[in-house]
């Protein structure tokens, strides 16, 4: 085991106990630090060549992403936005999905932008219909989704283009 790119590597389990052991929990690790890893085998006849290379982080899912907050909408249009979760897990937020219940949109709009922290959809169509959001936020290890928020596609009504009145006598 080592740090991610110290290249300096120590044994942290040799096998000679139990030689039918084939995972091992390595502990004591720094929270939020990359570790590498490899593996060799070893029998009567000498060491084998090492694994591949391998790569953890030692950090927890995030937690306690609220639901996001409307903004603002349009005919065509919903802004919402949101904050970031209450724990990052010991590693930091690196990116930021939006889901959007029926309608087709591409997420990574958002992806790999850590401090977007407000978006708006574009080309809805269904307007007094009801559209459900729910934002991922998502650190090295795993992800954590909001509550979702329900919002009804509707905007400032049009100006009227004329008075009704009336003579009164």
Known sequence: ???????????????????????????GLVTGQAYSFYVVAINYNGVGEPSTETFAYSCLAPWGL??????SS???SITISWRPPLLDGGCPIYTYALYVDGVN???????KKPYLQTH??????????????????????DYVDSPI??????????TPTDIPYQDFP
């Open 1 to 27: 085991m080592s740090e991610k790119g110290s290249g300096q590597f120590r044994k942290i389990y040799d096998g000679t106990t139990n030689k039918d052991t084939k995972f091992y929990n390595a502990t």
């Open 66 to 71: 609220a639901i996001p907050k409307y903004i």
């Open 74 to 76: 349009t005919k065509t």
């Open 105 to 111: 949109t591409d997420e990574n709009v958002i992806f």
């Open 120 to 141: 708006t959809v574009t080309a809805l169509t269904r307007l007094g219909d009801w559209y459900q959001f729910k934002i991922r936020a998502i650190n090295e290890i």
């Open 149 to 158: 928020l329900s919002v009804t596609l509707a905007s400032v009504p049009d």
